[in-house]
């Protein structure tokens, strides 16, 4: 359909504001990806299942595969880029390396981002709850036991 | 995936939603959460000209817990359903439908009226065309054949919403707008029972609430679903049950409501549950059906509707025992 | 002085924390400048005659930059192996699978390239086509290359001994067929590759690989281009699991339609195109005929194998052997025979997967526990009592120098409490057991040894340049450990240039689970050889013997007189201002038997070691819905030397989610006719956090003789006996034993109703 426009199109990401014009049938990840060159959130089956693609907004972990990205203008959109301070790795990063929770690192960016979430509503989960927390990012190579450790480690922390 | 092109429009209250969805009708598709829309738009199952984002429509959104009634609007987040202490309280199998709808984070974005108004399903259906080029057109795509059952004379797609089932358990009530006027139907007569065309409401009708009314007496109630994994899956079977008992625990309401067993959520009704849960099995596993059209065999799926028909009832006698 | 720095330990990998933070750059974040994005035109059917390809309306779509169909290749057909040669990438005659490539296009954006797809006129005239093994073995079923009569690919051989004379002997025989739809690889990153030319004709590539070596060569061959002309770049990799070894035809097309557009081109695959148009692990039907003895050693076995390997033949030798190869590595068979089919359908290609054949090895060990009961031998017993052993001469004559299976079996039947549950658990309760072993590589001509290059700089900082590629196993980091801990370095002294065809040296690549072993083995001879050079230097300046010298945080220093010492900067400097360039080599060949061939000469020395391991597994089952929860999992595998026990304890997790979790309970695809119905992620189902059980791990090591410290592997091995275990436990639970796999709770459902109704009839 030839008479879709572009429309200007303002979004907040990691604290920074992007001014740019897009069709509004482009998704969040597409235009973090390929407009922003924010490639840390990652792409591995299109349709919100694997969760490769999460990128918190106002905070919440969303699938930016589902989003439009005309949608999110106004909210604050954080990708792993956002995570940490410079060359400072944030705790949650920083527990993922210690604990050997990251293997190909293919899902690492989408998988850290939903443990940052889980421990910022829940500073102290159990296992059960870190589990299940996340049970929408699919992990090929790790068989999750090292990333539920690493989470567990931030968990006592904050006890 | 590319999405195909549409034209995006985001009304800022209601009234400009209806005026919009009265003016484009057909041609318009709805997104909420949007994870149930962007997925099939993505498949190319549907094309719509016009997206109405009604998302961000505040007076949309909520859950009012009444004395008689509570009212849910269309676009309350289920996860908020999920961790609403007074809906767990109250009306446990929603809470519990909520809870278990795909994964916690498409519970972020997804909303109760996008869940409970997602199309039927079908493994020959949902795909994109990388699997169906070259295969013939099916009923639920305007074509002549089904593609999973050979033979089939209509379409066997099935309705997988985790919420349907629970609410209507509670026999809920869906307000229905347009511009200009406004309804209000019993949700099961929402569904059609037609997989190629599941859901019997006008292209130009908004559902905006629903209404619970609270049951009679002691009650208590349960959602149970079945899936291979434990946590992103739709339903392979499910079922919703509610009891509600006189002070002398008598039963005067036993509604069970089986998902996942056709193209529409199925009300096994006039069924007491005196009467032992072996009757309300039979009866779910006699309304299911199941053909070999999703993950696992129909036959399989067929029993399950029927244990877990079983399960939620005694669950929801549980539940009723628990708080005596 | 504790004997390692840095081997042995749990140091942070060097690679992680770009992973973390997202800046790891896979091949789809690539962006070239003026990239074009490339789109592939599939085939709709499973056989067909390409009669006409018309890309005119394509190429004149605003936006398009270039097309190509076969007319631009020279159609040259590409194999594994010579005598595999069968494939061309883009098809001049026929297509032979639904989803093959026919045509491609690159494109300024993804709408336009796809839209130029849909202007592509492709006219087929539609073939019969064959589905299953049976159907296309059966007489006058279609065939799908005229180099394979009947429909049969490859035909391995393997006869050992006297097998007829040994079921004579036996005391007890049975013989039973186990059967497996495809699993797939799932890789978390979809394929994607991204290709440009330089000015002067050189080619950059970058794609997910498992030996950029191996995808150089074929490049040459198809472009006509030298050697030195094709550089695979190196690139985070998402996964590989025994797959993108071989050069795909993605690769070829986007470096095709780069050098037509004269642009860069990058092509990224859907999850279903990643499913469907790369590689699938095989359909398997497995028969095994064993007989045993009064004390359950197997006296002799017959298994006869088909699998189905899709429309060419990929690895097909390989993959048709190494099922085999592992059984006879882990269990003592003197008298064996195996008959291995590789059979062609018109379905999408197969390839090596890491569980390889989860009917097969989970066959081979529930028939031991089938023959143990009848015996009255637990299963564990039984694996005990036909374990391989140090020393032991494998059927197919390799030699075993280092072997832990029975340490293995022992301390995880510990851990387990296997004697405690074994037979004493509540109904639908049950424990099992599997063994497996792996090798480390084979056999690979011209491209079976690995070489590394260390460079030093003055300040006593050293990039080390090796072939070896990281699949997200670890073995980056393995390099660095162990070049820091042969050179005294710390690890962030040590840089890289990893699997670069342009720089690094040729290496096996890391499928086979040949890199710890023969590029780690490498890696360390270059370190040594750096060494030996600084030592001279050093040992001269003090006055003492080279062999008095050690090298550790930083220093050569007289091993008995730490004082005495010197900064490795200083002692590079030294060789420097003595007018020597100083600089270290290390190549590494296994010592295999180089003649053996996997379908000419099946037999001698196969790989240099060999790893051993066992899995047990404990579930419970729900005998209304045939759901199986898992309770617990204990792995342990002798790895020769743990280089790093998380990283391997890592792949041991990961091994237990694939083979067992995904393999045995949830992951096969669904077809109609030769379309897979489940190539998405709700289709195929993969383990996710909630659904993992509880992971002991148990690392057991015997210091391999020839493996740099004493290491094997790691990685492939219990993801096969994860597979077993939960085979056993479930078979062990209802006391069923299950034959078809993945047990899915319709089949456990089905079970338990036909044994309930048994039960009353008898």
């Known amino acids: 359909m030839k008479e879709m426009k572009k429309t200007a199109l303002t979004l907040s990401v990691n604290n920074e504001t992007y001014d740019m014009v897009s069709y509004p049938n482009r998704t969040l990840l597409e235009v973090l990806r390929d407009d922003l060159h924010l490639t840390g959130t990652k792409e591995s089956c299109g349709e919100g299942v694997c969760g ?28 792993i880029e956002g995570l940490s301070a410079g060359e400072k790795l944030h705790p949650v990063q920083e527990a993922f390396v210690n604990h050997h929770a990251i293997q190909c690192g293919f899902c690492s960016p989408g998988m850290i981002l939903t443990a940052y979430a889980l421990l910022a509503e829940n500073p102290n989960p159990t296992e059960k709850e870190i589990r299940r927390a996340i049970s929408g990012n699919v992990c090929r190579c790790t068989g999750y036991a090292k990333i539920v450790e690493a989470v567990m480690s931030l968990a006592e922390k904050g006890r | 995936m590319r999405l195909p092109p549409f034209q995006y429009l985001e009304p800022t209250n209601v009234e400009e939603a209806l005026s919009m969805i009265g003016t484009h009708k057909e041609t318009v598709k709805i997104m909420a959460g949007g994870t149930d829309l962007v997925n099939r738009m993505k498949l190319r199952l549907i094309e719509p000209a016009f997206v109405i984002n009604i998302g961000k429509l505040r007076n949309m959104e909520g859950i009012d817990i009444g004395d008689t009634e509570t009212v849910i609007g269309a676009n309350t987040r289920l996860k908020e359903i999920a961790g609403a202490p007074l809906v767990n309280k109250r009306f446990r199998a929603i809470a519990e439908a909520a809870f278990q709808v795909a994964s916690p984070t498409i519970t972020n974005m997804a909303t109760v009226g996008g869940n409970l108004l997602q199309n039927t399903r079908c493994m020959y259906y949902d795909q994109s065309g990388m699997v169906l080029n070259g295969l013939e057109r099916c009923r639920k795509r305007g074509g002549t054949v089904c593609l999973a059952v050979k033979g089939g004379k209509r379409c066997f797609s099935v309705y997988q919403g985790d919420m349907a089932p629970a609410l209507i358990a509670f026999d809920a009530r869906c307000v229905l707008e347009k511009k200009g006027s406004t309804r209000t139907v019993s949700m099961i007569e929402l569904f059609a029972g037609d997989g190629a065309a599941p859901f019997a409401f006008g292209a130009d009708e908004l559902l905006t609430k629903i209404i619970i009314p609270k049951p009679e007496g002691i009650y208590s109630s349960a959602y149970r679903k079945l899936r291979l994994r434990g946590s992103v899956d739709y339903p392979l079977a499910s079922a919703a049950a509610l009891v509600s008992v006189t002070d002398d625990k008598k039963v005067t309401t036993c509604r069970v409501v089986i998902g996942a067993a056709g193209a529409a959520p199925k009300v096994i009704d006039g069924v007491s549950c005196e009467a032992n849960f072996e009757v309300i099995a039979q009866k779910a596993y006699e309304l299911a059906e ?8 129909g036959a399989y799926r067929r029993k399950m509707v029927s244990v877990l028909a079983r399960r939620a009832t005694k669950a929801a006698i549980d539940g009723i025992k628990e708080g005596m | 002085m504790e004997k390692f720095s840095y081997i042995g330990k749990d140091v942070k990998r060097i690679d ?15 962006a070239l400048p003026r990239m074009l994005v490339g789109k592939i035109l599939r085939s709709p059917h499973a056989h067909a005659r390409i009669v006409a390809i018309d890309t005119a309306k394509a190429e004149k779509l605003p936006g398009v930059k270039a097309v190509v169909t076969a007319k631009d290749t020279c159609g040259d057909k590409w194999g594994v192996f010579k005598y595999t040669q069968d494939q061309q990438f883009l098809p001049t005659e026929k297509v032979r699978y639904v989803g093959e490539e026919v045509a491609a296009v690159a494109a300024v954006d993804e709408d336009t390239a796809l839209e130029a797809l849909s202007l592509i006129d492709v006219a087929y005239e539609v073939l019969p086509a064959v589905y299953t093994i049976e159907d296309a073995l059966a007489p006058g079923a279609p065939q799908l290359h005229d180099v394979y009569p009947n429909n049969i690919n490859v035909h391995v051989v393997i006869d050992v001994g006297d097998v007829e004379k040994g079921f004579t002997e036996s005391y007890l025989v049975r013989e039973d067929t186990f059967t497996a739809p495809e699993d797939s690889y799932f890789q978390g990153e979809p394929y994607a590759v991204a290709a440009q030319f330089d000015h002067a004709g050189n ?5 997910p690989n498992a030996g950029p070596h191996l995808k150089a060569k074929p490049l040459s061959n198809v472009l006509k281009i030298p050697l030195n002309k094709v550089r695979v770049r190196k690139i985070t990799i998402g996964g590989a699991f025994g797959g993108r070894s071989e050069i795909s035809p993605a690769d070829v097309i986007c470096a095709f339609l780069a050098k037509k557009a004269q642009r860069p081109v990058k092509i990224v695959y859907t999850r279903e195109e990643n499913t ?89 060990d529930i028939q031991l526990d089938m023959l143990g009961e009848a015996l009255g031998i637990d299963p564990l017993t039984m694996r005990l009592r036909n374990a391989r052993q140090t020393g032991d001469t494998t059927p197919t004559k390799s030699y075993v120098a280092s072997c832990g299976l029975t340490e293995t079996i022992e301390k995880t039947g510990k851990m387990s409490r296997w004697e405690e549950k074994f037979g004493k658990l509540p109904p639908y309760h049950g424990i099992g057991i599997g063994c497996n072993s792996v090798q480390t590589g084979f056999p690979m001509g011209i491209r079976g040894g690995s070489q590394a290059f260390i460079k030093l700089n003055e300040d006593g900082g050293v990039t080390v340049i090796t072939g070896i590629v990281d699949n997200g196993q670890g073995n980056d980091h393995m390099i660095v450990q162990i070049a820091a801990e042969e050179l005294g370095l710390n690890p962030d002294d040590i840089q890289l240039i990893t699997a670069d065809t342009e720089v690094t040296p040729s290496d096996p690549g890391s499928y086979s689970m040949c890199e710890t072993f023969i590029g780690g083995n490498a890696v360390r001879l270059a370190a040594q050889d750096v060494k030996k050079k600084l030592f001279r230097i050093v040992a001269d300046e003090f006055g003492v013997g080279e062999e008095e010298l050690s090298a550790r945080n930083r220093k050569i220093f007289v091993t008995n007189d730490p004082q005495q010492s010197m900064s490795i900067a200083k002692a590079v400097r030294m060789a420097l201002t003595r007018n020597e360039s100083i600089s270290g080599e290390g190549s590494y060949w296994p010592k295999v038997d180089w003649k053996r061939e996997w379908v000419k000469n099946p037999y ?38 743990a280089l790093s026990p998380k990283v391997i304890e890592g792949q041991f997790e990961g091994g237990v989610a694939m083979g067992g979790q995904g393999g045995m309970l949830t992951e096969y695809l669904q077809w109609h006719e030769g379309r897979v119905l489940t190539p998405t992620q709700l289709g195929y ?19 391999d003789p020839n493996g740099p410290y004493g290491a094997k592997e790691a990685g492939m091995s219990v993801a096969m006996s994860a597979a077993q275990a939960y085979c056993g436990a479930i078979s062990n639970a209802l006391g069923v034993y299950f034959h078809e796999y993945p047990i899915t709770p319709d089949k456990i459902l089905k079970a338990i109703e036909e044994k309930k109704k048994r039960e009353r009839e008898g």
């Not at chain 3, 080619?203 to 794609?207: Q, R, T």
């Not at chain 3, 001698?604 to 045939?626: A, M, N, R, W, Y």
């Open chain 1, 52 to 79: 490769s693609c999460t990128v918190l907004v106002n905070g919440a972990p969303v699938r930016s595969c589902l989003t439009l990205a005309v949608a999110v203008q106004g909210k604050e959109i954080t990708t």
């Open chain 2, 290 to 297: 199941g053909v070999d059209n999703l993950q696992m065999p």
């Open chain 3, 16 to 30: 992680t924390a770009s992973k973390a933070t997202g800046e790891a750059l896979f091949a789809a974040d690539l």
């Open chain 3, 203 to 207: 080619l950059e590539i970058w794609m």
């Open chain 3, 276 to 364: 469907v148009c790369t590689r699938q692990a095989h359909a398997m039907i497995t028969k095994i005929k064993t007989g045993v003895d009064k004390e359950g050693r197997v006296v002799a076995r017959d298994i006869t194998c088909h699998m189905d390997g899709g429309a060419y033949s990929s690895t097909g030798p390989i993959a048709t052997s190494v099922p085999f190869l592992c059984m006879e590595q882990a269990y003592r068979m003197e008298n064996v025979r195996y008959n291995g089919y590789r059979i062609l359908t018109n379905k999408p290609i197969r390839g090596m997967f890491r569980t390889h054949g989860r009917g097969f090895a989970c066959g081979v």
């Open chain 3, 604 to 641: 001698g020395q196969l790989s240099e070691t060999f790893s051993f391991g066992t899995v047990i597994c404990e579930v419970k089952i729900d005998p209304e819905t045939g759901q199986v929860e898992v309770l617990e999992v204990t792995a342990s595998q002798d790895v020769g030397y």
């Open chain 3, 685 to 703: 189902l993969v383990p996710l956090a909630i659904d993992m059980p509880k992971i002991n791990n148990i690392i057991v090591e015997t210091i």
